[in-house]
């Protein structure tokens, strides 16, 4: 069963406005705003640094934000601490109590808002079978693994019946295979709880494996926030594009014309039908994913490459190429189309059709 | 251990065995003879000082003052290590101040004392002056003067290990209990303390040595009419030139502490085990 | 398993030759240098005041001077009796009563000290193992701003009007030891009957104030207002005076008390000579008379040095003092751990 039964029906959407944080002389957060809505799973990515773990504390009220307002379920909560605003935090070292057992963890919460000590006990073995930890709940963290102790400090912050639940880094600390697990599991109860969630990660993959939508952060400021599937396909900035998945940036000239845009690139030239989101004339960076590319008729426009290594990837194969001009590019495809490269090839590259580069200035 | 670091330890290991493992096994020795001018082998000394209700309560004060001394520097001691990690700004003041006492000579904190407490001492003039009492209090030569005397001593012994234990707790525990909706005096009871339980452990051993064999404070603040272990074994060697006797009540003494301590250690490895895992 | 019985002189010689072994051999200057002990406080402050300048111009030697209690000089001593660690030593009797019973100290050499000749012959130890060089002189110290009328006798101390106002010292000091000889004497006891003085301190005890743990921790008393009467020396309530604490000494009915400190060679020295060229200039006029003077008031003994001051008060010279309460140490020593342990009780609360 769902370690509290009423959790859904708190959950809040979270409204940041204009929020910006500085720390001595420097911005840590400028002017960030966001609306997630009720029951959103929200992944905030970018590299260390970039202010998402900042921004996940001003959330929780562990922090207070320089400039800026903090609306949870419409409601004001600048100036409330952390256990007044409804919200739950998992830290990346879990933070649990190393002197208590993992149910007088999860009771601990409980019994800080003032439930019974037995009731609390009731309501904390619920929450460990919610984790499937009722086995442990005896042992103390110290006697339980990596995996085991993320369920325990999961449990422990939903018993609470959070209307938002936070998650700083929750499986940094997993080897990988866990993290799979855990991926799926945290999935699994967000859904099961509609609980509006906030993630704080470095690792596109586990957003863009669990969040709806995905904040990418960058030096402080928010460059995009859209579904995993727009940040990959339609990066907005050269960051986006750059962060998230392997892109190939390369300096081209896009011509407008009447008959379409037209990309020059080293000794050849690519065909757009629609350039984005620069669209002006001119010297431009193109962000060209690896399996955009495609190997074209040798008597075709685009750009000739030479073949440098070759890496089987299981069902892809991913290709180190060299530009006439001397610059490098990668190029995967995958390997049931029967390809055969060997390194020494001369190839004409082309685009898959319908591939979404993306230029910017 | 390697070889090399084994050597390392030699000189250590000699300086121990040559000044503190042979003294303590010839005062033992010394403690086995019957007469002042050392004659007789037995336990005599032994017998006498424990059937003696004198020199069981002299024993009993000096430990007794050892849990006084140690009680006051754990509640005086506790609020400053805690503001010591809550607050950076005041970190070099309070140190400093925490330090202090251990940069005085033993003579002028404890002269100080008498001044403090004395008949038309500052406390006494005080209370005097704002018409509370008529006659001066007598605080001076109390068991509870010397207790004071010794913990304000004695506290940096028990703040710096405390400083350790909190500096040492996790600040997201910390936030995690308030998340989840403790309030400060909650988080404190439930998590801090505890978590300080070896620091604590640390600071209680340290203090309570240092208390009950503080020759000079226990003699000076406490003057002639209270009776701890150490004056009194300078007083059977030294004065009465009782050596065995003075031995049997240094072996006493000893075998006391070391009690104490091994039962402190136990209780601190078992708390380190369940906070360091 | 029987185990070895060893005297406490051989196993304090054995613990003496375990510290040899650890010790770095002594060097001493040729010709010239003696080390010499002092007690702590006024002592050692009119010594390098006054004696050490004087030995320096009379012999030209150098002197290295350390402050011990005379009790602890004898534990020195005893374990270190074949290179003992001072030449020369300052005790006070009981202590030198110990010490000459554990061979620790040597005649001084003949001729060397012609200045023993200006000595009461009581002042000097038969043997020649030590010369008094000073004496103090005990009385009823009172504060003299809150207490009008001086006491007259020991006995007005059990007067109710100085209810928690009365200071003992302890009976592991000297003071305290020749105090209770002195009560005792008045009560008519003496060394081997002290039970006089111990109803009298137990009738004193509703008056104690405080029990002082050494003479010097007295004179805190006397300054703090803990205490406004108890025995004391002369010099030490001379001193509190001059730093403006209204403390007087009066004259008991029964008598001024006296207690005597002497300097010894010591058995082992490699200088003897020096050593007692020392204790020379210990007992000659000059240092004596300055000794006396303020702010120490050490009565001397040289007969030769007349009384001044304060000191004209008690008496006119040495010969003169010599008819004070005097404590025979002889008997003393023996039963002084037993004398102790029955004050600590008496007095314990």
Aim: overall charge neutral; charged content about 15%; aromatic content about 8%.
């Amino acid at each position: 069963m769902p370690p509290s039964s009423d959790t859904g029906q708190n959950a809040a959407n979270i409204r940041l406005e204009g929020v910006s944080h500085r720390f001595g002389q420097t911005d840590v957060i400028s002017d960030v705003s966001l609306d997630i809505a009720d029951g959103e799973f929200v992944a905030l990515l970018g590299p260390s640094g970039c202010g998402k773990s900042t921004l996940l504390r001003i959330l929780a009220g562990l922090q207070e934000q320089t400039i800026g307002r903090v609306l949870i379920g419409e409601r004001c909560v600048d100036g409330l601490p952390p256990r007044t605003r409804g919200v739950g935090i998992v830290f990346q070292n879990y933070a649990l109590f190393p002197h208590m057992t993992a149910l007088a963890n999860v009771a601990y919460g409980l019994e800080a808002v003032g439930i019974s000590r037995a009731e609390a006990l009731v309501r904390a073995r619920d929450a460990l079978a919610g984790v499937q930890m009722t086995p442990f709940g005896e042992r103390k963290p110290r006697a339980l693994s990596g995996g085991q102790q993320q369920r325990v400090a999961l449990a422990r912050t939903l018993a609470i019946g959070p209307r938002i639940l936070l998650l700083d880094e929750p499986l940094a600390a997993l080897d990988k295979n866990l993290r799979l697990d855990m991926q799926l599991e945290i999935r699994r109860l967000q859904r099961a709880l509609r609980i509006t969630t906030v993630m704080v990660t470095h690792d596109q993959e586990e957003a863009m494996g669990m969040a709806d939508r995905i904040a990418v952060l960058n030096a402080g400021c928010v460059e995009q926030f859209d579904t995993p599937e727009a940040i990959y396909d339609r990066p907005e900035t050269l960051f986006v594009a750059n962060f998230v998945g392997a892109a190939n940036m390369l300096e081209a000239e896009l011509q407008g014309g009447p008959e379409g845009f037209r990309l020059h690139l080293a000794d050849g030239t690519l065909d757009l039908a629609k350039p984005a989101p620069a669209s002006r004339p001119g010297r431009v960076q193109a962000s060209i994913r690896p399996e955009h590319w495609s190997v074209a008729p040798a008597d075709g426009e685009g750009p000739t490459a030479t073949v440098s290594i070759v890496t089987p990837l299981g069902p892809s194969a991913l290709v180190d190429l060299v530009l006439s001009d001397g610059r490098p590019c990668r190029f995967s495809f995958p390997r049931a189309q029967g390809v055969h490269l060997t390194p020494g090839d001369q190839i004409r590259l082309g685009l898959q059709p319908g591939a979404a580069i993306r230029l910017f200035v | 251990m390697s070889r090399t670091t084994t050597w390392l330890t030699a000189p250590l290991c000699l300086y121990f065995v040559g000044f503190v493992g042979i003294p303590l096994l010839l005062i033992f020795f010394i403690s086995l003879h019957d007469t002042p001018a050392m004659t007789g082998i037995g336990i005599k000394g032994y017998i006498r000082f424990f059937s003696d209700a004198y020199n069981r309560g002299v024993l009993l004060d000096t430990l007794l003052l050892g849990v006084e001394t140690t009680v006051i520097d754990i509640l005086l001691g506790f609020p400053v290590a805690y503001l010591y990690v809550a607050a950076p700004r005041w970190r070099r003041f309070l140190m400093f101040m925490v330090l202090l006492p251990l940069l005085t000579s033993t003579v002028v904190r404890t002269f100080a004392w008498v001044v403090i407490l004395g008949n038309h001492g500052l406390i006494n003039t005080l209370l005097a002056q704002a018409g509370l009492i008529g006659t001066p209090l007598r605080l001076l030569y109390t068991p509870g003067a010397v207790a004071v005397a010794m913990a304000q001593i004695e506290l940096p012994l028990m703040i710096l290990p405390l400083i350790t234990a909190i500096g040492g707790i996790d600040a997201h525990i910390i936030e995690a209990s308030h998340v989840l909706g403790a309030g400060r005096w909650r988080t404190l009871r439930r998590i801090v303390l505890p978590l300080c339980v070896p620091g604590l452990l640390t600071g209680t051993l340290l203090v309570f040595t240092g208390a009950v064999s503080a020759l000079v404070t226990q003699t000076l603040v406490g003057g002639g009419q209270l009776a701890f272990m150490p004056f009194y074994i300078y007083q059977q060697a030294i004065q009465a030139q009782d050596y065995p006797f003075a031995a049997c009540v240094a072996i006493v003494l000893l075998m006391t502490i070391l009690l104490i301590v091994s039962i402190l250690n136990a209780l601190g490895r078992r708390s380190a085990g369940y906070v360091h895992g | 398993m029987s185990l070895p019985v060893i005297s406490r002189r051989n196993l304090l010689r054995f613990a003496g030759a375990a510290t040899l072994a650890f010790a770095a051999p002594q060097v001493r200057a040729a010709g010239g240098h003696v080390t010499a002990t002092t007690f702590p406080g006024a002592w050692e402050e009119a010594h390098r005041r006054f004696l050490l300048p004087a030995v320096q111009s009379a012999t030209g030697m150098e002197v290295t001077l350390t402050a011990s209690q005379a009790v602890d000089t004898v534990t020195k001593l005893a374990a270190a009796q074949s290179n003992p660690p001072f030449d020369v030593v300052m005790m006070d009797e009981g202590p030198f009563l110990q010490g000459v019973g554990l061979g620790l100290f040597r005649p001084m050499v003949a001729g060397a000290v012609p200045n023993l000749a200006s000595l009461p012959t009581r002042f000097v130890h038969p043997e020649g193992l030590g010369a008094y060089v000073s004496a103090q002189v005990f009385g009823i110290a009172y504060n003299k701003e809150r207490i009008s009328t001086p006491p007259a006798a020991w006995e007005d101390l059990l007067s109710p009007a100085f209810k928690g106002r009365v200071g003992l010292v302890g009976l592991d000091s000297t003071l305290g030891t020749v105090w209770m000889v002195a009560l005792a004497k008045m009560l008519g006891g003496d060394e081997d009957h002290m039970d006089p003085a111990f109803d009298f301190i137990a009738k004193l005890l509703p008056n104690v104030g405080a029990v002082a743990a050494n003479p010097g921790a007295l004179g805190t008393l006397f300054q703090s207002g803990q205490i406004d009467i108890s025995c004391h020396y002369l010099n030490n309530v001379a001193s509190l005076a001059a730093k403006d604490v209204p403390v007087a000494l009066t004259r008991p009915a029964s008598g001024w008390g006296l207690v005597r400190s002497l300097m010894c060679v010591t058995k082992n020295t490699a200088v003897p000579d020096l050593a007692s060229a020392y204790i020379n200039v210990a007992l000659s006029e000059p240092v004596q008379r300055q000794m006396a003077g303020a702010p120490y008031y050490l009565a001397p003994t040289n007969s030769k040095v007349a009384f001044g001051s304060e000191m004209a008060l008690i008496a006119k010279n040495a010969g003169e003092i010599d008819q004070f309460v005097q404590t025979d140490w002889m008997k003393i020593n023996p039963r002084r751990a037993e004398y102790i342990d029955r004050f600590n009780r008496l007095v314990k609360r």
